[in-house]
């Protein structure tokens, strides 16, 4: 009869081994892995497993092939820092597939990779036509690095001419209902600013399932309550108006006046503020 006790604590003392083994070999175990890390976190786990449920196997074997089958991967990744050569036999090279538009067939054979392989990979990247590809290599891990053709690429601010301050990452501010207050002071904002915005979209705290304030200091909300509908935040929009207006004034008040001094000044400043709006739409807009 099996001994329910034992399989228990032999199984417990195998995966607390094993969390602390993974952990020590570090985070490309769960990541996408090379062969040799694909075939090590096999074995590890194999061996977790023999020695959870083989009663008849002495314990301290299955833990002395736990230890050695983690002793040496740990040897191979400090070597592999240090030696590129050693880094190409155990993880593997990359293979560049798509060189300016053009499959590269010898070196898909070489990786044993057919035409159908290649056209799921680039489906992923959302890329379509082969030809749009300027460079595509086949990482060691199996995935699939794409460059596009310039003319293919999406514009970006930079592209444009326009410089946006970096973002920062939203903050969530209230969570399962309740209200995170380490995030709001490092907004530099109170609770009393946030029910202030709650009760302008008309909702409840108890009924909001997670909210975020972004890098423009505008607060979103996720509810229990799916079918209510939220308004959009509108804050960047209506500044951007009111700027737009306040531009119009001044160059209204240019043609109006006659002072030429003063309508002077307000053509200058008609024309500052139109530079300014047009270095802020690209945000404003958003």
Same mark, same amino acid.
């Given at each position: 009869m099996l001994n329910w006790g034992e399989i228990v604590l032999r199984s417990l003392g195998a995966v607390v081994m094993l969390f602390l083994l993974t952990r020590i070999l570090g985070k490309k175990q769960? !990541?996408?892995l090379t062969f040799f890390e694909y075939i090590t976190g096999i074995t590890l786990g194999e061996l977790a497993g023999f020695i959870s449920t083989d009663m008849e196997a002495h314990y301290?074997?299955?833990?002395?092939?736990?230890? *050695?089958?983690?002793?040496?991967? @740990?040897?191979?990744?400090?070597?592999?820092?240090k030696s590129k050569k050693? =880094?190409?036999?155990?993880?593997?090279?990359?293979?560049?597939?798509? +060189?300016?538009?053009?499959?590269?067939? /010898? /070196?898909?054979?070489?990786?044993?990779?057919? !035409?159908?392989?290649?056209?799921?990979?680039?489906?992923?990247?959302?890329?379509?036509?082969?030809?749009?590809?300027?460079?595509?290599?086949?990482?060691?891990?199996?995935?699939? !690095? *794409?460059?596009? +053709?310039?003319? =293919?690429?999406? *514009?970006?601010p930079a592209d444009l001419g326009l410089k946006l301050d970096p973002g920062k990452e939203s903050q969530a501010v209230i969570m399962d209902g309740k209200i995170l207050d380490e995030p709001l002071s490092v907004l530099g904002l109170s609770r009393e600013?946030?029910?202030?915005? @709650?009760?302008?979209?008309? *909702?409840?705290?108890? /009924?909001?399932?997670l909210g975020q304030v972004n890098s423009f200091g505008e607060l979103t909300v996720d509810l229990y309550d799916d079918k209510i509908k939220l308004p959009q935040p509108q804050q960047r929009k209506l500044l951007l108006a009111t700027l737009k207006k306040c531009e119009a004034d001044l160059a209204l008040f240019g043609l109006s006046s006659k002072d030429k001094e003063a309508q002077k000044m307000y053509e200058q400043s008609s024309k500052q503020l139109e530079e300014v709006i047009g270095k802020l739409s690209a945000i404003l807009k958003q």
């Open positions: 769960i !990541s996408q301290m074997n299955g833990v002395i092939a736990l230890l *050695v089958w983690f002793t040496f991967p @740990l040897l191979m990744e400090l070597l592999t820092l050693l =880094r190409d036999l155990f993880e593997g090279k990359s293979t560049v597939v798509i +060189k300016e538009g053009k499959i590269l067939e /010898n /070196n898909l054979k070489k990786e044993r990779y057919t !035409s159908d392989d290649l056209l799921e990979q680039l489906r992923t990247k959302n890329v379509f036509n082969v030809a749009d590809v300027e460079f595509a290599l086949l990482e060691a891990s199996g995935d699939l !690095s *794409v460059l596009l +053709k310039k003319d =293919r690429q999406p *514009v970006t600013w946030l029910q202030t915005e @709650l009760e302008k979209i008309g *909702v409840i705290r108890e /009924n909001v399932f």
